[in-house]
């Protein structure tokens, strides 16, 4: 299928899913650059996380894709049903990569914080409820919308 006749949806989803490939690619490099520099042949922890997860995210972001060519959802519905879950992936990828480079934690959860600065106790909890909504609520649309199409 050639470009130019993918849904709007189904464009967003391999774009996301180049730029998320290619960041784990990029990663891939800093990472084997720090267990190659470090004593303990161990790259820092959220290198290590942003790595594995956006490596992970470019395939997922490609099975929302597919979800969503099929489907009899309408074009803005299908679109809004991926735009949650890409948006948390780059999200969640952003912070990994924030922490890669300040490396002011291996736990971003237990103690949140930005460098030397802690956040409000409430962020993560929201940051976190919102990212579950998003990412399973999308998810759950394109699949329920398979299931009518294929089954009903």
Request: aromatic share 10%; hydrophobic share 50%; charged share 10%.
């Amino acid at each position: 299928m050639r470009a130019a006749n993918l849904s709007d949806a189904e464009k967003l989803c391999t774009l996301c899913a180049g730029l998320f490939f290619l960041t784990g690619l990029l990663t891939g490099v800093w990472k084997w650059r720090g267990m190659a520099t470090s004593k303990t042949g161990a790259a820092p922890h959220y290198v290590d996380v942003a790595h594995k997860a956006s490596l992970q995210y470019s395939f997922a972001a490609l099975l929302l894709g597919h979800f969503a060519s099929l489907n009899d959802l309408s074009s803005g519905t299908n679109l809004l049903a991926v735009t949650a879950p890409l948006l948390f992936f780059a999200l969640a990828t952003g912070t990994y990569l924030l922490h890669g480079v300040l490396g002011d934690t291996h736990n971003q959860i237990a103690k949140p914080r930005i460098g030397r600065t802690a956040l409000p106790v409430w962020a993560t909890p929201l940051f976190m409820s919102l990212l579950v909504a998003a990412e399973i609520g999308g998810f759950l649309v394109l699949l329920l919308g398979y299931i009518q199409a294929a089954y009903v």
